[in-house]
Protein backbone atom coordinates (compact mmCIF):
# COMPACT_ATOMS: atom_id res chain seq x y z
CA UNK A 1 0.00 0.00 0.00
CA UNK A 2 1.52 4.09 -0.90
CA UNK A 3 0.34 6.51 0.94
CA UNK A 4 -2.26 7.52 -1.49
CA UNK A 5 -3.88 4.40 -1.11
CA UNK A 6 -3.47 4.66 2.86
CA UNK A 7 -5.16 8.14 2.54
CA UNK A 8 -8.01 7.10 0.15
CA UNK A 9 -8.83 4.35 2.33
CA UNK A 10 -9.07 6.03 5.46
CA UNK A 11 -11.03 8.43 3.52
CA UNK A 12 -13.57 6.00 2.39
CA UNK A 13 -14.19 4.75 5.73
CA UNK A 14 -14.87 8.09 7.08
CA UNK A 15 -17.03 9.86 4.85
CA UNK A 16 -17.35 12.52 7.43
CA UNK A 17 -13.99 13.94 6.65
CA UNK A 18 -12.75 15.55 3.73
CA UNK A 19 -10.25 13.75 2.04
CA UNK A 20 -7.64 16.91 1.89
CA UNK A 21 -8.44 16.63 5.71
CA UNK A 22 -7.01 12.85 6.13
CA UNK A 23 -4.22 13.92 3.82
CA UNK A 24 -2.70 16.35 6.09
CA UNK A 25 -3.85 14.15 8.59
CA UNK A 26 -1.16 11.33 7.26
CA UNK A 27 0.74 13.53 6.21
CA UNK A 28 1.23 15.25 9.83
CA UNK A 29 2.01 11.78 11.33
CA UNK A 30 4.66 10.69 8.79
CA UNK A 31 6.40 14.22 9.34
CA UNK A 32 6.39 13.58 13.35
CA UNK A 33 7.64 10.30 12.92
CA UNK A 34 10.06 11.45 10.39
CA UNK A 35 11.00 14.25 12.93
CA UNK A 36 11.31 12.43 15.83
CA UNK A 37 13.71 9.92 13.79
CA UNK A 38 15.67 12.55 12.67
CA UNK A 39 16.44 13.93 16.64
CA UNK A 40 17.49 10.40 17.25
CA UNK A 41 14.24 9.65 19.28
CA UNK A 42 12.07 6.44 19.29
CA UNK A 43 8.55 6.05 18.38
CA UNK A 44 6.24 3.74 19.60
CA UNK A 45 2.68 2.55 18.26
CA UNK A 46 1.93 0.31 20.67
CA UNK A 47 0.71 -3.35 18.89
CA UNK A 48 2.07 -2.38 15.55
CA UNK A 49 6.37 -1.81 16.31
CA UNK A 50 9.09 0.65 17.03
CA UNK A 51 10.69 2.92 14.69
CA UNK A 52 14.35 3.91 15.82
CA UNK A 53 17.50 4.62 14.33
CA UNK A 54 20.84 2.55 14.44
CA UNK A 55 24.31 3.62 13.58
CA UNK A 56 26.57 2.26 11.30
CA UNK A 57 29.72 2.94 12.11
CA UNK A 58 32.59 3.70 9.41
CA UNK A 59 34.30 1.03 7.50
CA UNK A 60 36.15 0.10 4.87
CA UNK A 61 33.90 -1.87 1.90
CA UNK A 62 34.68 -3.24 -1.88
CA UNK A 63 33.38 -1.59 -4.73
CA UNK A 64 31.84 -4.89 -6.68
CA UNK A 65 32.82 -3.96 -10.14
CA UNK A 66 36.60 -3.54 -9.02
CA UNK A 67 37.18 -5.03 -5.94
CA UNK A 68 38.70 -1.83 -5.23
CA UNK A 69 38.89 -0.71 -1.52
CA UNK A 70 35.95 2.10 -0.78
CA UNK A 71 36.21 4.19 2.52
CA UNK A 72 31.75 3.88 3.93
CA UNK A 73 31.00 6.48 5.65
CA UNK A 74 29.33 6.12 9.46
CA UNK A 75 25.56 6.57 9.19
CA UNK A 76 22.06 6.63 10.87
CA UNK A 77 19.65 3.88 9.03
CA UNK A 78 15.78 3.52 10.60
CA UNK A 79 15.01 0.08 12.21
CA UNK A 80 11.43 -0.95 12.85
CA UNK A 81 10.66 -3.70 14.76
CA UNK A 82 7.43 -4.90 15.12
CA UNK A 83 4.95 -5.10 17.49
CA UNK A 84 3.95 -8.59 19.18
CA UNK A 85 0.24 -7.87 17.97
CA UNK A 86 1.30 -7.04 14.29
CA UNK A 87 3.43 -10.13 14.56
CA UNK A 88 0.44 -12.68 15.79
CA UNK A 89 -1.76 -10.93 13.62
CA UNK A 90 0.86 -12.14 9.93
CA UNK A 91 1.20 -15.38 12.05
CA UNK A 92 -2.83 -16.45 11.73
CA UNK A 93 -3.34 -15.27 15.55
CA UNK A 94 -6.11 -12.83 15.89
CA UNK A 95 -5.81 -11.05 19.63
CA UNK A 96 -9.28 -10.23 20.97
Do not use: C, W, Y
Not at 37 to 47: I, K, N
Request: hydrophobic content about 40%; overall charge positive; aromatic content about 6%.
Amino acid sequence: MIRSELIQKIADENPHLFQRDVERIVNAIFEEITGALARGDRVELRGFGAFSVKRRDARVGRNPRTGEAVDVEEKAVPFFKTGKLLRDRLNGRQQG
